[in-house]
């Protein structure tokens, strides 16, 4: 049973428009949920991450829109530019020590110029 | 500070045979993580070391087992690997009382 579930699983933006992820999660006790970006031959890097006591947290371009009640948060990438293009990963942990994260399956952002 | 690095880079091995991924952090953090990384799979824990002196089991732990060195070292080791390991395995760490884990280069493996 997958726990979090990440659409699409592929994108692709004009650069300057906006590029929009989605996630889903199953368990209520997930109270940390970070997205992380990787390029290619290279390890996860966080991007941004929110806990659950707010619905949305921006940093530059990039926001996580939370929705507590549909269990859902997305994020979103404001004038998209060819260097976004990367592999994007949506996750969720419980805040118990050691505990780890749970992915998503990935969504893969192409921004063509 | 190198942050988490993983040795080898890239490994070929046929099946049957065994090797240890290994992994350092020099943050000081407590808890360590082993996943892999298979196309559109996303990334899959395989084991955890929440603290130094123990080790847990993932989602996908069967074939694989771990050692907590010490604080800094936690290693992967195949006992007989088979063409389903084949795969991209990341090692990660996370300090006490923060969220954030950080990802190393990762190990490109290869079982024929």
């Known amino acids: 049973q997958q726990q979090v579930k990440q659409s699409p699983q592929s994108l692709i933006v004009q650069k300057g428009g906006i590029s929009i992820i989605n996630c889903a999660y199953e368990?209520?006790?997930?109270?940390?949920f970070p997205w992380y970006q990787q390029f290619p031959g290279k390890g996860p890097a966080l991007l941004i991450a929110?806990?659950?006591?707010?619905s949305e947290k921006k940093e530059g371009r990039f926001t996580i829109s939370f929705n507590k009640s549909a269990k859902q948060f997305s994020l979103h990438i404001m004038d998209s530019q060819p260097g976004d293009s990367a592999t994007y990963f949506c996750?969720?942990?419980?805040?118990?020590?050691?505990?780890?994260?749970?992915f998503g399956k990935g969504t893969t952002l192409s921004v063509s110029s | 500070n190198a942050g988490v690095t993983q040795t080898p880079k890239f490994q070929v091995l046929k099946t049957g045979q065994s090797m240890t991924l290994q992994c350092a952090q020099d943050?000081?953090?407590?808890?360590m993580y082993w996943y892999r990384q298979d196309p559109g799979m996303g990334l899959r824990l395989i084991y955890y070391?929440?603290?130094?002196?123990?080790?847990d089991k993932g989602e996908v732990p069967n074939g694989y087992n771990v050692s907590r060195l010490n604080k800094r070292e936690f290693s992967l080791r195949l006992e007989s690997a088979a063409p389903s390991q084949t795969s991209v395995y990341f090692c990660?760490?996370?300090?006490?009382?923060?969220?954030?884990?950080?990802f190393g280069p990762g190990t490109r493996l290869t079982v024929t």
């Open positions: 929110i806990r659950p006591d707010v």
């Open positions: 943050m000081n953090h407590n808890s």
């Open positions: 070391s929440a603290s130094e002196g123990t080790t």
């Open positions: 990660a760490s996370r300090h006490r009382g923060t969220y954030e884990q950080y």
């Open positions: 368990n209520t006790a997930f109270d940390y």
């Open positions: 996750a969720a942990s419980k805040s118990q020590a050691g505990t780890a994260l749970i």
